[in-house]
């Protein structure tokens, strides 16, 4: 029987250690190409609203002065 508790702790210690291993971000899977240049669209479009915003700010403000 000790040679079943030996195997049982064996398995266990096995178990243990690929548990704990770290995984990277290597491993996850590729975001598609299409979905990165939405993503880049989304943001230059918001960029480019909040200059607008910006200016016209600007332009108010210049002409209460």
């Known amino acids: 029987m000790a040679w079943l508790a030996a195997l049982i702790k064996a398995i266990l210690e096995w178990a243990t250690v690929e548990i704990k291993k770290d995984t990277k971000a290597s491993d996850a899977d590729d975001v598609p190409k299409d979905l990165k240049n ?20 600007n332009n108010k403000n210049s002409g209460d002065s």
């Open 38 to 57: 939405r993503w880049k669209q989304r943001i230059e479009k918001q960029l480019n609203e909040a200059e607008k915003q910006k200016n016209e700010n």
